[in-house]
T-cell receptor, first 113, second 112 residues
Framework: SAVISQKPSRDICQRGTSLTIQCQVD?????MFWYRQQPGQSLTLIAT?????????ESGFVIDKFPISRPNLTFSTLTVSNMSPEDSSIYLC??????????FGPGTRLTVL | KQEVTQIPAALSVPEGENLVLNCSFT??????LQWFRQDPGKGLTSLLL?????REQTSGRLNASLDKSSGRSTLYIAASQPGDSATYLC???????????FGPGTRLSVLP
């Protein structure tokens, strides 16, 4: 298994500002994933982050809005830039371990006013 | 493009009942399927992982089955308890890419 922590656990932000979310894993992993879960919805993959290369973004998500860093094999950050109320969501990071089993962090609940 | 659906969307049962949650996927070329539970405002907890070559997995009161040819998986919960109240999500990883596709979830309420 994997133990994943995220910071902050929640935040309330003003429109037009940016927030950086941190994700820390207790062991080295090749890929880390960032998801968004809008209110009442299921999870949507934002991007996949590999160490040493640029993140791969899913359709509808762009690097300028959601820049990602992956400086080593246990850590990643996701920044939500120039926020609007539509960005209010839970943001989750995840990793794969073992037989491609996915494990999730506790999530960051973001509210944009 | 893989699509995952789950029925029912919500379910309310009295404590002690056995229940079945359903997950369907459109493309049978899957690598694995995983069931999660999510408590309100929280992250996801992995419940069971079924590889494409497997038919079922069991953990305690939970049993998940997989029928790739029909594009279906079921999660069976025996002797339900109020602590089982949560949203249950299934996710499918296909053979083409690295990513999981999630279903919309089933919100379960077990009444004491």
């Amino acid at each position: 298994s994997a133990v994943i922590s995220q910071k902050p656990s929640r935040d309330i932000c003003q429109r037009g500002t940016s927030l950086t979310i941190q994700c820390q894993v207790d062991s080295q992993v090749t890929m880390m994933f960032w998801y968004r879960q809008q209110p009442g919805q299921s999870l949507t993959l934002i991007a996949t982050a590999n160490q040493g290369s640029e993140a791969t973004y899913e359709s509808g998500f762009v690097i300028d809005k959601f820049p990602i860093s992956r400086p080593n094999l246990t850590f990643s950050t996701l920044t939500v830039s120039n926020m609007s109320p539509e960005d209010s969501s839970i943001y989750l990071c995840s990793v794969e371990k073992g037989y491609n089993e996915q494990f999730f962090g506790p999530g960051t609940r973001l509210t944009v006013l | 493009k893989q699509e995952v659906t789950q029925i029912p969307a919500a379910l309310s049962v009295p404590e002690g009942e056995n229940l079945v949650l359903n997950c369907s996927f459109t493309d049978s070329a899957i690598y694995n399927l995983q069931w999660f539970r999510q408590d309100p405002g929280k992250g996801l907890t992995s419940l069971l992982l079924i590889q494409s070559s497997q038919r079922e997995q069991t953990s305690g009161r939970l049993n998940a089955s997989l029928d790739k040819s029909s594009g279906r998986s079921t999660l069976y919960i025996a002797a339900s308890q109020p602590g089982d109240s949560a949203t249950y999500l299934c996710a499918v990883k296909d053979n083409y890419g690295q990513n999981f596709v999630f279903g919309p979830g089933t919100r379960l309420s077990v009444l004491p």
